[in-house]
């Protein structure tokens, strides 16, 4: 990483802020792919099937889910119920999971966070890998079904959970950090950060009670890819400054400026697994990449980064009513699976084994 020195003068400063900020940018962008690498990758067919399956559940039957009226509100109820028997089925039988449903009050109605933790063998690390699953019901009827966002990101969300949940099972051991898999709720506004949003809610509890939460990923629009030229869009400006590529086809890791070092780790650990391209970014100054649940942990300090399909830089039926399920590459979703299993396979520690187990 280069180290640039700015000296500061009162009659240029706002020329020497500007090229911080883009130096910062520039600095934290994590390397390009490796050339010639391709999205091929042999297909899990059972994996492509639920991740279908749960994004056509959560967009078609319990879709829009928000708090708009009396019947959206049902169907976002009957969402956090559906994750919620999801993750009890990571609860059979092992001793060292648990299921919580954490539930707030906002303009005079319950809203639930929905956890499942598998514990680590260290009491006091904690990563956190979450999604919302409240879809956006501004603009008046009809609201959109929300299948890239974010059923998409739960979709994600509950694989993943599911597969660590198997090579927990399989293991001689524990994951050294706690893993915590969270759906949260009201993302979207009128929520959107302010004290509504669920995973600020969830956030804060967590800081409030010293928890040490290590890294956070918020799984956001993680479906919609294109390989025609041009089909991807940047705010600001970015492309031109960073040479970042025109074509829809890879997932984004998209960090502040003190979560810098762990878009370079996602990055590295999500090539790992899959290769479907990957592209990190880390700034001071984007407002957009704050722009889902990664925002509320900065807000209590915690490191965090969204990895996403860039949602309205990309896909044109974000927060219409066009954001359907048929829209989505669920090839290439499960790609993004995984790519995220080595990232949180290494951010929670590799699986410990116990001392009886040591001892055979």
């Known amino acids: 990483m280069m180290n640039f020195e700015l000296r500061w003068r009162a009659r240029c400063s706002r020329c ?3 090229l911080a900020a883009a130096c910062a940018l520039a600095a934290c962008r994590a390397p390009a792919a490796v050339p ?3 999205p091929e990758a042999k297909e899990d067919k059972a994996a492509l ?4 399956a749960n994004v056509e559940q959560l967009a078609n039957t319990l879709a829009p889910r928000c708090g708009a009226t009396p019947t959206t509100y049902v169907k976002l109820e009957q969402a956090a119920l559906y994750i919620q028997s999801n993750f009890e089925l990571l609860l059979r039988g092992a001793s060292d999971r648990s299921l919580v449903t954490q539930r707030y009050t906002e303009a005079g109605r319950t809203y639930a966070n929905v956890v499942v933790e598998i514990e680590g063998s260290g009491a006091t690390e904690i990563v956190v890998v979450g999604a919302h699953y409240d879809s956006y019901c501004g603009g008046g009827e009809p609201y959109t079904p929300g299948a890239d966002d974010n059923a998409s990101g739960v979709a994600v969300l509950l694989e993943l959970a599911r597969r660590f949940d198997e090579m927990q099972r399989a293991a001689a051991g524990k994951l050294r950090r ?4 969270v759906a949260f709720t009201n993302e979207e506004p009128p929520y959107f950060q302010n004290s509504g949003m669920g995973s600020l809610v969830y956030a804060q509890h967590c800081w409030q009670k010293g ?6 990923l918020s799984l956001e629009s993680l479906g919609y890819f294109s390989d ?5 869009s940047y705010p600001s400006g970015i492309d031109r400054l960073l040479n970042l590529p025109d074509r829809g086809d890879f997932v984004a890791v998209l960090g502040n400026f003190a979560s810098r070092q762990l878009v370079t780790d996602v990055v590295e650990s999500f090539r790992r697994g899959t290769p479907l391209p990957v592209e990190g970014l880390a700034a001071p100054w984007l407002p957009q990449l704050g722009w889902s649940d990664n925002w509320a942990f900065w807000r209590q300090g915690y490191a965090a980064v969204m990895v996403t399909d860039t949602a309205l830089q990309r896909n044109p039926n974000y927060h219409r009513a066009g954001d359907t399920p048929d829209t989505l590459d669920y090839r290439r979703m499960s790609m993004a699976v995984d790519g995220l299993v080595p990232v949180i396979a290494d951010l929670a520690g590799a699986w410990k084994q116990e001392p009886e187990e040591r001892s055979r």
């Open 16 to 18: 020497a802020a500007a």
């Open 36 to 38: 010639g690498a391709s």
């Open 49 to 52: 099937a639920r991740l279908r």
């Open 178 to 181: 706690t893993l915590r898999f």
């Open 211 to 216: 928890e040490q939460v290590a890294a956070m």
């Open 228 to 232: 025609e030229p041009g089909s991807q």
